[in-house]
């Protein structure tokens, strides 16, 4: 007769293999329930969740798709087939409109834009014009924009004329920060300052050229202070005079003269010292032909034939 034998496993293999089996089930648990917990934290629930996820991976997928057009051109071809039907469509610019000018020509501002002229509407680089524009002497500032179907619009901010610059063999019209704006006949300066005895940009070249320019604004915006020192005087100022590239003479309208001290805030004290003087003596208009006051607050003041009188006199006395 047979004998059957069966292989057991001890009491401490079983006790072992329970042990881990029921450490496998513990760590399973745990993670789903940590998982599950901090799912339960957010503000959605799955399907909102599983929409979300799916909509990330589209549009990584669209990025990616997009950097190797650019890469590979498609991006190009598409603008320019877009532009295309654009202009078929009618949108194109016919028609340029100019707005804010004033004392500029005009005509510079179209020969600017002109380029422009029969371009579909997305191919107009607006800031490139822009750009363009704000190097011509007049502009200030200016503003580009579309007018669909058809118009580019134009708007231009214009430099205020502020002074009329003397130089060696013109006129220069400049605005109250000393820029440049066009050449003048004497006969068209009204009654704006005349400033001389200020650098000539135009007659130097590269790094030069720049660092005179930035004299003359500096020389313009230091001479508006100045004569805001004393308001009342402004508009009693026809000229003014840099005198050795450290002082300013000014000249009044009547033709008299008065020679300021050097340094800005001494020249400011005297300039306010004279106006406190003619608001009492009416200097302005008066026989005195010159004031000099670069030694403040002395004033010397000549009057024309008063020296020869006096010596006329003198003689007619001791004879």
């Not at 877009?82 to 194109?92: H, K, L, P, Q, S």
């Not at 901010?157 to 019209?173: K, Y």
């Not at 020679?259 to 208009?285: K, N, T």
């Amino acid at each position: 007769m047979a004998t059957v034998r069966r292989q057991t496993r001890g009491v401490r293999q079983q006790a072992r293999a329970q042990d881990n089996s029921r450490r496998v089930r513990k760590a399973r648990s745990t993670g789903r329930s940590f998982a599950g917990r901090m799912l339960g934290l957010l503000p959605f629930t799955d399907e909102q969740l599983r929409r979300t996820f799916t909509v990330l991976i589209l549009l990584a997928a669209l990025a990616g798709a997009w950097f190797i057009a650019s890469v590979s051109g498609a991006t190009a071809l598409a603008t320019q087939q877009f532009a295309t039907v654009a202009a078929n469509a009618g949108f194109e610019v016919h028609r340029v409109e100019v707005r804010g000018v004033e004392r500029m020509n005009q005509m510079t501002v179209y020969e600017r834009a002109l380029g422009q002229r029969d371009l579909a509407m997305p191919q107009v680089d607006l800031e490139a014009l822009r750009a363009a524009l704000v190097t011509l002497p007049w502009v200030k500032d200016a503003r580009v924009s579309r007018q669909l179907p058809d118009v580019l619009v134009i708007d231009i901010i214009e430099r205020e004329p502020h002074a009329v610059l003397r130089r060696a063999d013109r006129l220069m019209l400049v605005d109250a920060e000393g820029v440049d704006l066009e050449p003048v006949a004497a006969k068209d300066t009204g009654d704006l300052l005349m400033i001389a005895g200020l650098p000539d940009p135009s007659r130097s070249n590269g790094a030069e050229r720049e660092q005179m320019r930035g004299q003359v604004r500096e020389g313009v915006g230091a001479l508006s202070a100045l004569l805001l020192a004393a308001p009342a005087l402004r508009s009693e100022v026809a000229h003014a005079e840099w005198i050795g590239n450290r002082r300013w003479n000014l000249t009044f309208r009547t033709g008299q003269q008065l020679a300021l001290p050097e340094g800005e805030d001494r020249a400011a004290a005297a300039l306010v010292s004279f106006a406190q003087a003619d608001g009492v003596h009416r200097l302005i208009g008066g026989e005195v032909a010159s004031f000099d006051m670069r030694n403040p607050p002395r004033m010397f003041m000549r009057v024309p034939g008063r020296a020869e009188a006096q010596e006329l006199a003198k003689l007619e006395k001791d004879s």
